[in-house]
């Protein structure tokens, strides 16, 4: 008998209970990547993606330094933010990084409060708390310095009504493709320096109160080729989920060493947004021209049924159709997930997303690692970095 398995969704509450929670985080507030040409790129997560137009501030609304682009769907927040001459620092960071992320924004009740724990718990500060205020009302935000040059906002909104931030105006464009199905962020994974995971995992223990929910070594995570590590930090209500990559020793060129080469220095991987419906979510993305990692061969396939036999589970969707669209099965003993892989969406091979749907399983496809890192080589092969 299968069981039965509920979509998405899911609490890590259980893990915590008792534990008494210093950063208590309602959710992710919004991501913001620091790119070359914020217009551009927020007609690409238009097009291919099915972000919607949301809000905007650039000279029309009276900011003279930089121009954000705020893209939504459904909890989905991305704002696309590019300076507006050379003076401005954010140059610095996109002639060092290319098109990255620089903002993990985190929804909180009380940001003073949240800067307060974390910087006397050693993190660095990035921005004391500072109220912004406009007719809807006032933000507080207030942020500290994560791995590289990546940021952890504290976002508390409880006191606004405006569209999004202080000085941004409702965007209202003539082009609006449909949605295509992206509900909330699941993940999101920071890629490290050689042997710097622990200190970044016990950072999120001491600094944020996380805990560390699932690690793989590199006997866990390995190819023919290379080999990588990683940790999944979770916060207290399971809501946010970072797991943390280093690289390891193989024969060849971990993937992460390439990224860390690439974006010179630590970064965020990947955005792992989930859907609960992967079949039309793919279909519509490959569609409009998303790329995404090769399909894995068919051997990979016909191994499925049996993994997920392992666990007494039933594949509701049609495993042909999910070959077809390249999307990759895992299982555990809760339930099982559905997860596909894009290519990096900039030119350096560095940030890429991930599609995922699950089926009542917690984990990260574990069970996927090596067909999806047998991908990736075959491309970094193709680039000349593996
Ligand atoms: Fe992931």
Redesign the pocket.
Known sequence: MSKDIKSVNYGLEKIFEGAQDFLPLLGTDYIELYVGNAKQAAHFYKTAFGFQSFAYRGLETGSKETVSYVLKQDKIRLVLTTPLNSKNPINNHIVKHGDGVKVIALWVDDARKAYEETTSRGAKSYMEPFVEKDEYGEVVRAGICTYGETVHMFVERKNYKGVFLPGFEEWNSDYNPEPLGLKFVD?M?GNVGWGEMNTWVKWYEDVMGFENFLSFDDKQIHTEYSALMSKVMSNGNGRIKF?INEPAEGKKKSQIEEYLDFYEGPGVQ?I?VATDDIISTIEGMRARGVEFLTTPPDTYYEAVPKRLLAHDHKLREDIETLKTLGIMIDADEEGYLL?IFTRPVEDRPTLFF?I?QRMGARG??AGNFKALFESIEREQARRGTL
Do not use: K, S
């Open positions: 993940h994974v797991p990947h792992a997860q991930e995922i990260f496809g």
